[in-house]
């Protein structure tokens, strides 16, 4: 649920198909910048009732599905 | 509650430098300036300071409301980046005017233009006798630039905006919030000579962190709007204009898709002038107003936010 969301909003961020992001594909991959990463942290955190702090090292949709469902407990 | 506007204006010097230009300066491009910060040209002053932008938007503003300088019975100003900590701006374009009224400055960085209304509209309360007072934003912040700083010396430019207002019933609400603290934005003053002082010079430009202040601007413009909204019983169909701060295309734009605004209903002038600090808001009132898209008795939305932090946001009838 957490990475098919996530999934989402970055297809819709770079007009990307969905069925291309995969929990492997980095952020870096999809051109999209720290300031896409921020909209997409603050839509998660609505989203999931989270605070989520982006960091560097969170740069895959893999260990960004982790960090979220980690944070929902 | 306590006034009108009755004129507004600018003055932004006449070198305009385009985002080629920067990118001779620092490693950067109009791509990643355009898509990233939504500025495609800013103007830096060669010739004036601070105090001397704010003159002639004061100037300006005071011929649109077609009043003469003598009737002002206060100036309220602010900047970040006078030439002079004492005087105060407002104290020179008193000078500048040849008035003998109150002056002086409010300091709240991008959102000081938001403080200076509250600071008026307290005054035209406490002092019964003030018919007029005048409010200027002004800014020569390429001096307070790093121009090393590919981050942010492409995002602000120079320029002035300003305001006459008259008591009146025009000032509806506003809302306004501090979260002190220096650790997402900063400029820093030079620490001076004192050989007994020990503290790090911290280099004395502006430092932003760029995702915290996005988040919080995003944040603050999403609720400063909603609780204007709300508590004056409103929708946003009955809001014709939002004149936020032009800090950055994509704070605006982003905040308009969550609260579910069109995009449209944001004034923006922000590729033209970058952002003006607390001159963003009276420079792009000035504009709208100046556009005719603006009818007396439209409501209008102002929103700002930056250092302290502080954000505030105001509802006026025009």
């Known amino acids: 649920m957490v990475q098919e969301k996530i999934i989402e909003l970055l297809a819709e961020a770079t007009d990307t198909d969905a069925a291309e992001i995969t929990a492997d594909t980095a952020f870096a991959d999809l051109g999209i910048d720290s300031l896409d990463l921020t909209e997409m942290a603050m839509q998660l955190e609505e989203e999931f009732d989270i605070e989520l702090e982006m960091k560097p090292e969170i740069n895959t949709v893999g260990k960004l599905t982790e960090v979220v469902e980690s944070l929902r407990g | ?318």
């Open chain 2, 1 to 318: 509650m306590s006034f009108r506007i009755i004129g507004t204006g600018m003055h932004v010097p006449s070198k305009v430098v385009t985002n080629d230009d920067l990118a001779q300066i620092v490693d950067t491009n109009d791509e990643w300036i355009s898509k990233r910060v939504g500025v495609k040209e800013r103007r830096f002053s060669e010739d004036e300071f601070a105090s001397e932008l704010g003159l002639k938007a004061a100037q300006n503003a005071i011929a649109d409301a077609g009043i003469n300088p003598e009737e002002i019975d206060a100036i309220f100003a602010a900047t970040v980046s006078g030439e002079t900590s004492s005087p105060s701006m407002a104290c020179m374009i008193q000078h500048g005017l040849g008035v003998s009224c109150m002056a002086m400055d409010v300091s709240a960085a991008c959102s000081a233009f938001l403080f200076l209304l509250e600071t008026a509209a307290a005054f035209f309360a406490l002092h019964q006798e003030y018919k007029k007072i005048l409010v200027v934003g002004t800014e020569r912040i390429s001096g307070i630039l790093d121009f090393t700083d590919r981050s942010t010396c492409v995002i602000f430019g120079d320029g002035a905006g300003a305001a006459v207002l008259e008591r009146g019933e025009n000032y509806l609400d506003s809302v306004m919030t501090v979260k002190g603290g220096d650790d997402v934005i900063k400029i820093a003053h030079y620490n001076g000579n004192s050989p007994y002082f020990k503290k790090e010079q911290v280099s004395p430009y502006i430092h932003m962190q760029g995702q915290e202040t996005f988040k919080y601007a995003v944040t603050s413009i999403s609720q400063d709007i909603t609780t204007l909204l709300e508590r004056n019983h409103l929708t946003i169909d009955d809001i014709a204009w939002i004149v936020p701060h032009q800090a950055n295309k994509r704070i605006i734009d982003f905040a308009a898709k969550r609260l579910g605004i069109a995009k449209e209903k944001f004034f923006c002038n922000i590729e033209k002038y970058g952002n003006t600090s607390s001159a963003s808001v009276p420079i792009a009132l000035d504009e709208l107003a100046k556009s005719g898209n603006l009818k007396r008795g439209d409501k209008i939305i102002l929103c700002a936010f930056g250092g302290g932090l502080s954000n505030a946001a105001c509802l006026i009838e025009w």
